[in-house]
DNA sequence: TCCAATGATTTTCA
DNA sequence: TGAAAATCATTGGA
């Protein structure tokens, strides 16, 4: 209202046809009375006073009036003196009211948003932020299970962002078009130019921005807390389930000359880790796990040798009991699978594991663990360990192994405990003596890292390492 | 709640 | 680039 009545007012004065028009009925007449302007100022102040009451009066009635004041002589002349002077107010409001500058901020989410891969067009669902979050990890292809939940998540928001911002777009279309008509339909009744229209549509896209820069700001946080989630979980650690431990202690004890497991051999232990391992889903030992196991393992250990030497002696033992059962199975092996051919050699799972009949048992078992030559080397204990439980399997039955066998073990036993490294294991009282650390603290020197698995040998086979 | 154990991360070094 | 060393942070038992 307070607008119509500022154009009444500003319409006090203006000629129109060569005639001044009076703003409304009840203002009073500023020059003297003329007969015929004083009808044409009847009329003029008739329409203005039933725009101005058109809003007081029941919609029937309403646009019945607007029909009769559509269809009224007089309404062209005034509507195009009032667009005129709408002109110039629209104008001048314009004027004012330039194009805003880009909103740093929005620019900011904007960027943000197309980093993480939420804008702008699907390259894996912010690929980029979990490879670089996977680097910050240390290792890009084991963290594939954290990746995908991290990429799962993200794509989640990217879509209810996308669903969220054709809402938004539709919406805001709706209601433009929805005002834009609205303003078209009145501007038969009252004076509203393209530009003043082109200005609405402007305010209304402003004000829906500031909605869609809500959505925009709630989606970035929303990244955020996954990524903060995401690269906190990395700190998170659940321990190694005992089979696991015990795993890569035996092969740590085992190897003790050179803790240093190859590629090969992590990627084993990582293996054999995750097949033992239960904790939960999505919880296999990576091979970097296993790298990062070794090096804690190897510091501690150098640090409190004494604190170890406990676990040194079992695992020791184990290690060895392991290797004498393999043994005793193999030699089981050989006296039950060739009852006519004694003295054609005993075979083993592995076609690489053969020995000749001419070496009698006892000799073999010691060649075996004092590394002297032979046809059936053991090199160190740990490869033993390994090899002689993918050649034996767990499903060894000390039950089938009889009396015979028992002395092999006996005489296995007694060889191990001359041999280097597991003398104290297997004596009980005696400590077990750290071996590999040389004077300053290191691991001594040895040629090449043993593996589980040579990459050129079968599994079960026998590696010619000699470093024990 | 404390604290040792331990998996993970960061920094340094060869 | 891998290992050592230091450190952080969580877990789990007492």
Known sequence: MDEQARIMQALGGVSL?????????????????????????QDIGDILHQIMTITDQSLDEAQAKKHGLN????????????????????????GAQEEDPPDPQLMRLDNMLLAEGVSGPEKGGGSAAAAAAAAASGGASDNSIEHSDYRAKLTQIRQIYHTE?????????????????????????RPISPKEIERMVGIIHRKFSSIQMQLKQSTCEAVMILRSRFLDARRKRRNFSKQATEILNEYFY?????????????EELAKKCSITVSQGVGSTITVSQVSNWFGN???RYKKNIGKFQEEANLYAAKTAVTAAHAVAAAVQNSQTNSPTTPNSGFQ??????????????????T??????SGSFNLP??????????????DSYQGAQVGANVQSQVDTLRHVISQTAGYSEALGGNTMYSPHGLNANGGWHDTTTPSAVISPTEGPGSVHSDTSN
């Open 71 to 94: 269809c009224h002589r007089m309404k062209p002349a005034l509507f195009s003196v009032l667009c005129e002077i709408k002109e110039k107010t629209g104008l001048s409001i314009r």
């Open 348 to 365: 083993m799972k592995d076609e690489e594991f053969q020995l000749d009949s001419a070496e009698s048992k006892n000799t073999l078992l």
């Open 254 to 266: 085992s190897h003790l000359s050179n803790p240093y497991p190859s590629e090969e051999a992590k």
């Open 17 to 41: 046809a060569g005639h001044s028009i009076q703003g409304g009925m009840a203002l009073p007449p500023p020059h003297g009375h003329d007969g015929i302007d004083d009808g044409r100022k």
């Open 380 to 393: 160190n204990s740990g490869d033993m360990f390994l090899s002689m439980q993918s050649l034996n399997g």
């Open 297 to 299: 393992k190897r510091i």
């Open 165 to 189: 911002l054709e809402k938004y777009e539709q919406a805001c279309n709706e209601f433009t078009t929805h005002v834009m008509n609205l303003l078209r339909e009145q501007s038969r009744t």
């Open 367 to 372: 060649n075996m663990f004092t590394g002297s």
